[in-house]
């Protein structure tokens, strides 16, 4: 397999390269991080409705639709990208989807645990530290006669900006958003103290990925890599190829595995409730509930809020946690009802299951 350490290269080439490499049947391990940031968004997302693309265009940051799945992110030259392209034919390699994950993610895991950071697989594609944080989001697909398999090494992370470009209900919820990143989502930087040598790291990382699929022979982009690279991009960035609809509504964003930020919103009786709730492990860890109901005495939405942390995801746990705060400091919410709030919350994981 061919080796490219390909620096940092500008505009979007450090995600359209392994679109091409795959098209061209390139098998081969590209290292890379962007000059300048970008937005990647994936394939099955709707751009429109995950991304603010107005703020991206304001300040003049690029984005794209990826051919692999995943979510929307943001990425910087703080992140050492890994993409790996194989024939899918090739023995060497997992046939099935689910192994291809744990397969790969070996070589990634092996490089922090060499820097000091105790990091392992969690299903379906991420890495996370000892202590249940993420550390690193990883991708796969199908182009073309090949498969890829992408994810980075996560130098230091940008999370104000990453928090910004996400559209999102109102400022609540993405100041939540930003919140349950920074608890969630950390970094070497953040783990260390320090930044290793970015040459150090990449040095690792090949060795670490040629134990797993054989000597890497270096190489550089030729002419006709390049001119893939353009003719796909024009096409990448085209209206008709970056705003494709899919069938999925957004209801939130996915931190990690097990902790998500979910938007909820029902109409009742006595009006429209919303809900901007995290969701760690399958209970609520924090939630804020509003809209154009009544509730009295006002002051005790905020009890409600608390009252409600810790308990599961199960419509008649949420009712009766509901309940007998109502009945305790003697609540009244005039058209709404502990199943209306029950609802709100659980309607964006519902939407969510419907949706796979």
């Known amino acids: 397999m061919l080796f490219f350490d390909l620096g940092k290269l500008p505009g979007q080439q450090s995600m359209l390269i392994f679109h091409a490499l795959a098209r061209m049947g390139i098998e081969g391990l590209v290292i890379v991080s962007p ?92 890495i996370i530290t000892k202590a249940g944080k993420k550390i690193a989001g990883e991708g796969g697909g199908n182009i073309g006669d090949c498969m890829v398999f992408v994810g980075g090494i996560l130098l230091d992370f940008d999370y104000q900006t990453m928090s910004r470009i996400l559209k999102v209900p109102d400022e609540k919820f993405r100041g939540k958003v930003h919140k349950t990143m920074e608890e969630n989502l950390t970094t070497m930087k953040r783990e260390l103290g320090i930044v290793p040598q970015r040459e150090e790291i990449i040095s690792v990382l090949k060795e670490r990925f040629e134990k797993r699929v054989g000597k890497l022979e270096d190489a550089a982009l030729t002419s006709e890599i390049i001119e893939k690279m353009n003719h796909l991009e024009s096409w990448m960035t085209s209206e008709e190829f970056l705003l494709k609809k899919t069938p999925r509504i957004p209801n939130g964003v996915k931190i990690r595995e097990g902790v998500e930020v979910l938007y909820g919103l029902h109409k009742a009786k006595g009006g429209l409730i919303r809900t901007a709730e995290e969701i760690s492990e399958e209970k609520i860890k924090g939630i804020h509930i509003s809209g154009d109901f009544t509730f009295y005495p006002k002051e005790g939405l905020e009890g409600l809020e608390e009252s409600l942390e810790k308990t599961p995801l199960k419509e008649e746990k949420i009712i009766e946690r509901v309940e007998i705060f109502y009945e305790e400091k003697k609540v009244e919410s005039p058209g709404v009802e502990s199943k209306d709030i029950a609802e709100t919350i659980l309607n964006p994981i519902k939407d969510s299951k419907g949706n796979h």
Do not use: H
Not at 59 to 81: C, H, W
Not at 82 to 89: E, P, S
Not at 107 to 126: C, H, L, M, S
């Open 35 to 126: 000059k300048v940031p970008l937005v990647s968004i994936g394939y099955f997302q709707d751009a429109e409705q995950e991304v603010d693309l107005q703020y991206c265009r304001k300040s003049k940051i690029p984005f794209m639709r990826r051919e692999v799945g995943g979510g929307a992110t943001y990425l910087d030259e703080n992140q050492i990208f890994y993409q790996l392209i194989w024939k899918k034919n090739n023995p060497k390699f997992p046939r099935a989807v689910d192994e291809i994950y744990p397969w790969f993610t070996q070589a990634p895991i092996e490089t922090y645990k060499n820097f000091g950071i105790q990091a392992e697989f969690r299903a379906v594609n991420d």
